[in-house]
């Protein structure tokens, strides 16, 4: 069945640094992948999605990529800032089309001043 | 735009009770879904919808149904409520087919005793 895996235990960073998140899957190929990031009590909220024929995607301080032969996807932050904390969710479409997704258990992000 | 909406913000249940969430969305989306999410686990996909009057199941459907008379509106419901189902529950919505992001509701905590 297909799996995602994401770094359970909360990532600290200082203020400035970049952030890096990293977001495994097994037993698939996926056409694309997506990161939302969740803030405490509240639903997740879309920021990027990256396609498969894609190695590299920015949207400001944000930056994906995705390397179909190791399975992974990386979601780094740079010049990070304390309202960056938050916690980051990738997510995969699931065989069947709809657009339905499996999402990560997701990493809690804490940048410190 | 509301985007997605989402009613109860809170309920407490006694086992065996019933309930309907409702979720509601002002963006014309075909395809609606419902999620849960437990810590330390992704949001898993309870069943979904791809337009109005169709309704099919999602990961772990067990427990609960759904109902789709309306485009806006997609409802949850739990018949004979069960401690597992302790929860927070999201609804989402999606444009249609393709690579789209989805559109989270701010979500219901549910605590069944």
């Known amino acids: 069945s297909q799996k995602i895996e994401q770094n359970s235990e909360a990532l600290n960073i200082q203020e400035g640094k970049t952030a890096t998140l990293t977001c495994n899957y097994t037993n698939y190929s996926p056409a694309y992948l997506q990161w939302y990031r969740q803030d405490p009590g509240r639903g997740p909220v879309f920021l990027l999605l990256i396609r498969e024929n894609e190695k590299e995607k920015r949207k400001e301080r944000l930056k994906v990529t995705f390397d179909t032969t190791l399975k992974q996807s990386l979601f780094h932050i740079t010049a990070s800032q304390p309202a960056d904390s938050a916690t980051y969710l990738c997510a995969l479409p699931i065989s069947g089309g709809y657009n339905k997704l499996i999402f990560g258990a997701g990493t809690r992000l804490a940048v410190h001043p | 735009n509301a985007g997605v909406t989402q009613t109860p913000k809170f309920r407490v249940l006694k086992t065996g009770q019933s309930m309907t969430l409702l979720c509601a969305q002002d963006?014309?989306?075909?395809?609606m879904y419902w999620y849960r999410q437990d810590p330390g686990m992704g949001l898993r996909l309870i069943h979904y919808s791809v337009g109005e009057g169709t309704t099919a199941k999602g990961e772990v459907p067990d427990g609960y149904n759904v109902s789709r008379l309306k485009k806006q509106n997609f409802l949850l419901g739990l018949e004979s409520a069960a401690p597992s189902q302790t929860s927070v529950y999201f609804c989402?919505?999606?444009?249609?087919?393709?690579?789209?992001?989805?559109?989270f509701g701010p979500g219901t905590r549910l605590t069944v005793l």
């Open positions: 963006m014309n989306h075909e395809y």
């Open positions: 989402a919505s999606n444009r249609d087919d393709g690579f789209n992001e989805q559109f």
